[in-house]
C-alpha cells in the first residue's frame, strides 16, 4: 500500500513540473498610437488599436525590454 501512494505522489508531482516546463511564455512590445508609447506586455494584444511592433515577440521580459530599445518607433519620442 506504500508503494502504491508513493508511485502515485511521485507521478503527481512529476506531472506537475512538467506543466509548468511546458509553459511557453512570450513577450511583446505594443505601441498604443494615441500616445505613441511602447510597452512590453505578456499577452498578444487582442485589440486593433494596440500593436505588435517590428519583430517584437520575445521569450523573456528582459529580452522584450532590451529589444524595445532597439526598435525605431519606440525610440523616436
Not at 506531472?15 to 509553459?23: E, G, I, K, L, R
Not at 512590445?29 to 500616445?35: F, L, N, S, W
Not at 506586455?41 to 517590428?54: E, H, L, M, N, Y
Request: with cysteine; net charge positive.
Amino acid at each position: 500500500m506504500k508503494k502504491a501512494l508513493v508511485a502515485v505522489l511521485a507521478l503527481s508531482f512529476s506531472a506537475s513540473a512538467f506543466a509548468q516546463t511546458a509553459v511557453v511564455s512570450e513577450y511583446y512590445v505594443v505601441r498604443d498610437p494615441a500616445t505613441k508609447k511602447c510597452t512590453v506586455v505578456d499577452k498578444r494584444p487582442t485589440t486593433t488599436t494596440t500593436t505588435i511592433v517590428d519583430n517584437g515577440i520575445f521569450k523573456t521580459r528582459a529580452e522584450a525590454e532590451t529589444g524595445m530599445k532597439t526598435i525605431k518607433v519606440c525610440t523616436e519620442n
